[in-house]
Structures are given as C-alpha cells and as structure tokens.
C-alpha cells in the first residue's frame, strides 16, 4: 500500500541531499521545483504540458482560490485535482503569505486575520482552523500550517511577537488538521519556521515546530526583500535547525541561482512565479542566464533560446520568432517562453539531483556559476 507520506534520503553530498517523497497520488523527487498554480491554473499552461516539463507537484493558493471560485465550491466539483485536471500532488500554502500583503486591508488578532478582499471588498475572517478546511475542501496533498510573514525590516520586537504568535498558530493547525478526517490520514502537513533574519530567534521556531511534530518544514519570511545574500545568510544555519530526515522547504523561490544555493545549503522544495510570470513577459532563463527577448537584438536570431534545451519552444522556433510574438503582444509567445521556462527549472532540478547522486555537486554548482550570467 502506497504510504500516506514518506520521505526517503536517497544520497548527500554535502548539505545538498537527493531523495523521494512518496505519497498517495505519486512520487516527488527532490530537489523539487513547484510550478505556481494560483488559480487553479499555471498560467499559460495546460496541466499535462506541465507534467511535461517533469513537474511532479505544483502549488495552488488558498487565499485566491478561496476567494474565487470559493472553497466549498471546489469541493462540490470534486476537489482541486479533479476541478484543474491535475492527477499528481499538489501543495496548497496557507493563505498568510497573501494576507501579510494586504496590510491596509487587514486586522491582526490573536484568533486570526480579518481582511478585505482584493477583488470586492467583501469581508472575510482566515484563522488556522479555517485555512485547515479550505486547503482540506480544495483535497490538497501537503497542506501548510497558517502562519504570519512579517517583513524583516521590522523591529525585532514586532518579528518576536509575530514568530510567537505563528507558533501558537501552527499548534492549532495540528490540532485542526488531525480532526479532518479522510483527508488527514492521505494528506501531510508541513510547519513554517519563521523568525526572519535572527538566527536566535529561527533557533526558538525550529525548537517549537519541532515540539508539535510536521510531517515537514518550510523555512519561511525570506525572499520578501531582503537580498540573496542576507537570505543565504539565514540558509547558512537555518535548515540544520529542522529534523534531517523530513523535507525542507523554502517557500517563494526563486531565481535560479537561489535554487543553487539553497540546495547547496539543504533545501528540498522550492516554489516561485518567476518561470511562468517571466514567460509571459518575455524573459527567458538558460543555461548561460536570463535574456530578455523584447530586446532588439533578438530580432534577426535564428538560433534557439538555448541550443542545450529540449523543449518545443527551443526545438521549432527561433529567438526572431519569439521576439516577433512578444513584440506583437501574441498570446503563444507567453506559452512557448512559459513551457520553455517550466522545462529549464525542471531540468536545473534533474541535473541538481544528478549531481548529488554522483558526488560532484560542487563542481557542478562552481560551473554553474561560471556560466550563469546574471
């Protein structure tokens, strides 16, 4: 019987580790990249072309998906899975990312978060109760604990009292998960380390989260402004900080030469916008960095996006052809750039995992960075 969740380290080399999650609706290799399905789509994508790229699990967002086409709706309709067509895995985040973002719309208590919504103005009340039912209405796969991501600008003090009260908050999540039926003994729940950039104060996260057992870990409040470097600053000692034999995950990244480094530092899971938002605005990441194909100098290049790419976009269009469509404002050129950008993610993770495998994933990062060029 496949197990309701199982994570199997497969080989280390270094921080960087390779393994497998197995669950019910099929296996997740890490390192994973997530595909950002925030509407109950990934944008410019059908779900089998996305499987395509090698994707074995996308992101879907309780904030927006509760808000439009509503939760309970979703389960009418079958649940997430069967509503998008998507056969495979999915993690669904909390909603608090979203709901931090919404400062001048929001009211922070000790029971939750009452806010407005973006699209009009209706009132609604996300506590960790109710982002357990929504994510187990929508039948995700790996549901994550509520929590509040402060902003690392903040005075400590604030980021103290926010990381408490997420604490607080991942208890009643366990608490709420565990009373949901069917849907908790198929579905995993992962905590949220928070605690900004203080290393004391990630310390005392880790320690609690850890207290209430998850079935894995995300490292949370980066990739909100505060730089690759102060990030990498905090992976340098935050995920030793979470058990090493559950998943580490490190929400809303990112540029591929984070996804190197935070491998480099021990992170199994990774989720971010930028590959489909990017392929609709005509950036396109290889092997040698990113390009922006609106520039003129694509305009007369018949040459691939990137000659090491398998994908159809790189296949059977040139860089002129992709230009033209961009510049034009065609929707194909935001699906080809799209699946293009699915596909190098994806092929980054295989060759990370590849790497690790084998023992070299040192070399293989030191040339990396020698031909990403930023």
Not at 49 to 68: F, P, Q
Not at 76 to 83: E, V, Y
Not at 121 to 140: A, D, N, V, Y
Not at 246 to 256: A, Q
Request: proline fraction near 4%.
């Amino acid at each position: 019987m496949t197990p309701r969740f199982q994570f199997t380290l497969h080989a280390t080399d270094g921080k960087a580790r390779t393994g497998v999650i197995q669950m019910q609706r099929g296996e997740i290799r890490t390192p994973a990249f997530m595909p950002v399905g925030t509407a109950a789509t990934v944008k410019a994508m059908k779900p089998e072309s996305v499987r395509a790229t090698g994707a074995d699990i996308i992101l879907g967002n309780t904030y927006h998906l509760m808000l439009r086409p509503g939760a309970e709706r979703v389960a009418r309709l079958g649940g997430l899975h069967r509503f998008m067509n998507w056969d495979r895995p999915i993690l669904t985040d909390s909603g608090g990312y979203q709901v931090m973002s919404l400062s001048e719309l929001r009211k922070l208590t000790e029971q939750g978060v009452e806010f407005r919504s973006h699209i009009d103005g209706s009132k609604h009340m996300l506590t960790p109760e109710r982002s357990m039912e929504i994510q187990r209405l929508l039948g995700s796969d790996i549901v994550m604990a509520f929590d509040e991501c402060p902003r690392a600008d903040r005075p400590r003090d604030d980021i103290a009292d926010s990381m408490e009260l997420s604490m607080r908050w991942a208890r009643r999540s366990r608490d709420a998960f565990n009373s949901g039926g069917e849907h908790a003994e198929r579905a995993a729940l992962f905590g949220i380390q928070q605690g900004a950039l203080d290393r004391e104060l990630r310390a005392i996260s880790a320690q609690k989260l850890t207290g209430i057992g998850f079935d894995g870990y995300a490292v949370g409040g980066l990739a909100v402004g505060e730089g690759q470097a102060a990030m990498f600053g905090v992976l340098d000692y935050a995920p030793d900080m979470l058990p090493a034999d559950r998943p580490r995950y490190l929400m809303g990244v990112g540029k591929p030469d984070d996804l190197v480094g935070a491998v480099e530092r021990g992170i199994d899971m990774f989720d971010c916008v930028l590959p489909t938002r990017s392929g609709r605005n005509g950036q396109a990441f290889t092997w040698n960095g990113p390009l922006n194909l609106r520039n003129a100098r694509h305009a007369e290049d018949s040459g691939p996006l990137d000659e090491k790419c398998a994908c159809s976009a790189c296949a059977s269009y040139s860089r002129a052809y992709l230009h033209h469509l961009h510049k034009s404002g065609e929707i194909l050129g935001a699906i080809l750039v799209t699946e293009h950008n699915l596909t190098f993610y994806q092929a980054l993770m295989q060759a990370m995992r590849d790497a690790i495998g084998a023992g070299r994933f040192a070399d293989f990062a030191a040339n990396f960075r020698r031909d990403y060029i930023k």
